[in-house]
């Protein structure tokens, strides 16, 4: 029994971690009528997974067939048959616990006297030979507050991993059945450079005793950065993409560097512009390693890379992976910061601060403008 215990805490490792996600944006889904239950209840969830399995099955609802022939879609055919749908409730990192059972878990959430903070709804759908997730995420501790008044539930992310037929029935599913409207987020080269930097900087607050220094800190939990640049058509036609790997003894200096750099009056604007909800262009402004990376390639390749025709198309280091067609893997703090047994060790804040990041992007609310700190000049 005890050799099974490993592969049983993998299952239930944090449905966040290690999955290549496809990012999408959700306009507020509406439940009922004022007064009505929350979308965030099980029972509610759980009628609509016996709903949407009935979909994906191809069950004959009053004499009409619906949904898909897994038989015959791309991706599902060798998948197997259908053996569980699920919808739930999917709890903070923080209250997530490998040791307890579902049926656990409901009873011990019918005993607290206050709810605790959910992240939003896990979608789950088990085939023979293989499992497929979706999920529908909120900020716990935004200030947009799910109304049951109003009658809305405000979910703004969803993250799917799923075959291309199913992903379609899924968010069909949602904008017929919640009034919401899916749209496939595309991640701009400021968002993806101003994710790093902030991620760096969260990383390089005050550390824990265990570390000699920060740049110890940022070799485990950092690690190398891949940088993948690409370019547009007419700026070199023959040329896809260069990969530019930053090794982890080197991430600290050039963060040094870039923070001892004057401040110029007016930073180097980076020139891919992002429309925000509201329809206007916010241009971002690129923090330290940015400028020092781009100073380093201006001088030994000839290639700044704040230019109309530069594009950031991925970056990748120990903590996560994000790619500009609008996928994220993210991974979880390492073993070392597990060690610490509490939620106050950096690379545990850093990555939890880059899922608020994509929430942000999700909802419109996130700021391209990397704000220079008087103790980073």
């Not at 993210?330 to 994509?358: C, M, R, V, W």
Request: a neutral charge.
């Amino acid at each position: 029994m005890a050799r099974q215990e490993p592969s049983r805490v993998l299952k239930q490792s944090y449905p966040l971690y290690n999955t290549t996600f496809t990012l999408y944006r959700l306009s507020p889904l509406y439940h009922g009528h004022a007064g009505a239950l929350s979308l965030l209840d099980n029972t509610i969830l759980q009628r609509h997974a016996r709903h949407f399995q009935d979909i994906i099955k191809g069950e004959v609802l009053r004499g009409v067939h619906v949904g898909l022939a897994p038989g015959n879609s791309e991706g599902l055919g060798k998948a197997g048959s259908l053996l569980r749908c699920s919808w739930q409730t999917l709890r903070t990192q923080v209250h997530w616990t490998d040791s307890q059972e579902p049926e656990e878990k409901e009873k011990e959430r019918e005993k607290d006297l206050e709810p605790e903070p959910t992240h939003g709804i896990q979608i789950e759908l088990q085939y023979e030979k293989s499992t497929y997730t979706a999920l529908i995420l909120q900020d716990p501790q935004s200030s947009m507050t799910n109304s049951v008044n109003c009658g809305f539930t405000y979910l703004p992310l969803l993250l799917i991993r799923m075959p291309g037929p199913l992903r379609e029935t899924l968010l069909e599913y949602l904008a017929s059945s919640f009034d919401t409207r899916p749209s496939a987020i595309k991640l701009s080269s400021g968002f993806l450079a101003t994710s790093l930097e902030r991620f760096l900087s969260d990383i390089t607050a005050p550390i824990p005793e265990d570390f000699d220094d920060i740049s110890d800190l940022l070799r485990s939990v950092v690690k190398d950065i891949q940088i993948t640049i690409s370019f547009r058509a007419p700026a070199a036609p023959q040329l896809k993409n260069i990969d530019i790997i930053i090794s982890k003894e080197d991430i600290w200096p050039l963060l040094c560097r870039g923070r001892t750099r004057p401040k110029p009056e007016f930073p180097n604007i980076w020139i891919h512009q992002h429309e925000t909800e509201s329809r206007e262009i916010e241009r971002s402004t690129p923090g330290p390693f940015m400028i020092a990376l781009s100073q380093y390639l201006t001088s030994h390749m000839a290639l700044p890379l704040f230019q109309s025709d530069v594009i950031l198309s991925k970056i990748a280091c120990g903590a996560f992976v994000l790619g500009s067609e609008g996928k994220v893997k993210i991974f979880p703090p390492s073993d070392k910061a597990l060690a610490h047994g509490n939620e106050s060790f950096p690379g545990h804040l850093a990555t939890q601060a880059f899922i608020k990041y994509l929430l942000k992007r999700a909802d419109g609310t996130f700021s391209l403008s990397y704000k220079f700190l008087d103790a980073q000049m």
